[in-house]
């Protein structure tokens, strides 16, 4: 069982509503990462972080922000959101190095819906 | 309602089956490849990942697959239980950062 929480599972907001979604890991990993993903969809990597002040976007351009002080925290903050934002989020973690260098932990996902 | 299944190609299989789930990778240059099980409401968790200079990799009740010449990467589960259920992603790997591909549906009934 991975420990990387992320709070909250489940958010009904209005549109121009500040949000951020919450993720801990206690596993002491350097990496951490947001995915997007749609229902039934592929994730996309929209930020990551390889450790504290570390902060890179990914693949999916997103007007999501990142931050990373802590190690094991790594929220991601919408400043307004919208309905194009309704998706579900989630945040992984990974070391750095590591044998399976591909194996990322999940947390379970916050799923976010803009009225 | 929620699409979920309508984008997935689905593999229906009856209990106690051999799966095999299929995946086209897209760059040539990736070198590690791995396969993830996301069941509903959870986030993916790993299964199995092979690097490119090898074309086969077996787990418990796993095989991983790979195709370099034709960019493609199969799993195959034995024995295929209920719990099996699930969608099935594969990633690959390219420079610092996971890539994953179109799931796969699996739908095992007893």
């Known amino acids: 069982e991975a420990d990387i929480y992320q709070t909250p599972r489940y958010l009904v907001i209005g549109t121009g509503k500040k949000i951020t979604l919450e993720c801990s890991q206690t596993m002491g990993h350097d990496k951490m990462y947001w995915y997007q993903q749609d229902p039934g969809m592929e994730l996309h990597l929209i930020h990551y972080?390889?450790?504290?002040?570390?902060?890179e976007k990914g693949d999916l351009s997103s007007e999501s922000t990142v931050s990373r002080i802590r190690t094991e925290h790594f929220p991601l903050t919408l400043e307004s959101a919208r309905p194009s934002h309704t998706s579900q989020y989630l945040c992984?973690?990974?070391?750095?190095?590591?044998?399976?260098?591909?194996?990322?932990?999940f947390g379970e996902g916050s799923r976010l819906t803009v009225l | 309602g929620e699409s979920v299944g309508l984008h997935l190609p689905t593999l229906s299989v009856q209990e106690g089956d051999n799966s095999i789930i299929n995946c086209a990778y897209s760059?040539?240059?990736?070198?590690?490849f791995i396969w993830y099980k996301q069941e509903s409401g959870k986030g993916p968790q790993f299964i199995i990942d092979?690097?490119?200079?090898?074309d086969k990799r077996q787990g418990q009740r796993v095989t991983v697959l790979l195709n370099k010449t034709v960019k493609h990467l199969s799993l195959q589960i034995a024995a295929t239980q209920p719990g099996d259920s699930a969608v099935y992603f594969c990633?690959?790997?390219?420079?610092?950062?996971?890539?994953f591909g179109k799931g796969t549906m699996l739908l095992v009934s007893p």
């Open positions: 092979i690097r490119s200079n090898m």
């Open positions: 992984a973690s990974s070391r750095i190095p590591g044998p399976r260098t591909g194996e990322l932990f």
């Open positions: 972080s390889y450790g504290v002040n570390s902060t």
């Open positions: 990633a690959e790997k390219r420079y610092s950062t996971l890539t």
């Open positions: 760059n040539s240059a990736s070198d590690y």
